[in-house]
């Protein structure tokens, strides 16, 4: 089945610093790639659609300035959360779409806290 | 716009009950609806995938069910287990988004 890959799985960072999370597939190659947040005991939020080769197209009330998408390859794509304040700790996840008709592939997620 | 609904919230069981988790979505137009499981702290781990001409698909101990016209779809888990302990979300799937239920948090004691 499609594996993905997705680090750090955890990262504590200071106000006002940037981090980057990398979602990789493995054993497949996706044109099109999900990034999603979840805040405590609460669902997934779409953050944004990642396209390869163009611009990520953001959910409404996403800010793109400090959510950079790049989907560089077929096979990665990474958020970098610039100027992170502590209101952006949050769990983030990433998903490929279903391959062969067997649903989307999620990340294992990354639990970012800004102190 | 789609919204995904599940009850309960929260359900506690002993171990052994059968038990079912619901899921319910306001737009009936979705190309598939999707179980996962959800352990604290971690990712998703898709459990079941039902495509819109289906009605219902089993693996195991679970069984998921879906009836389009009336918005809702129910996953069924027989002889639970302490090891079934998580949160379970359903998401509907439109062209290429998923959006996803307020998930079920179980707990299944010894």
């Known amino acids: 089945g499609a594996v993905v890959s997705q680090h750090p799985s955890w990262v504590i960072c200071k106000s006002g610093t940037s981090v980057k999370i990398e979602c990789r597939s493995l054993d497949f190659q996706a044109t099109t790639m999900f990034w999603y947040r979840q805040f405590p005991k609460q669902s997934l939020m779409l953050m944004a659609t990642?396209?390869?080769?163009?611009?990520?197209?953001?959910e409404q009330g996403v800010e793109k300035d400090k959510f950079l998408i790049n989907h560089a390859s077929l096979t990665l794509s990474t958020l970098t959360v610039t100027s992170a304040h502590p209101e952006d700790s949050s769990f983030y996840i990433c998903?490929?779409?279903?391959?062969?008709?067997?649903?989307?592939?999620f990340g294992s997620g990354t639990r970012l806290t800004v102190v | 716009k789609q919204e995904v609904t599940q009850i309960p919230a929260a359900l506690s069981v002993p171990e052994g009950e059968n038990l079912v988790l619901n899921c319910s979505f306001t737009d009936s137009a979705i190309y598939n609806l999707q179980w996962f499981r959800q352990d604290p702290g971690k990712g998703l781990t898709s459990l079941l995938l039902?495509?819109?001409?289906?009605r219902e698909q089993t693996s195991g101990r679970l069984n998921a069910s879906l009836d389009k016209s009336s918005g809702r779809s129910t996953l069924y888990i027989a002889a639970s287990q302490p090891g079934d302990s998580a949160t379970y979300l359903c998401a509907s799937s439109g062209f290429q988004k998923l959006v996803f239920g307020t998930g079920t948090r179980l707990l299944v004691s010894p």
């Open positions: 990642s396209n390869e080769g163009s611009k990520a197209t953001y």
């Open positions: 039902i495509q819109s001409s289906q």
């Open positions: 998903s490929f779409p279903g391959q062969g008709g067997f649903g989307y592939t």
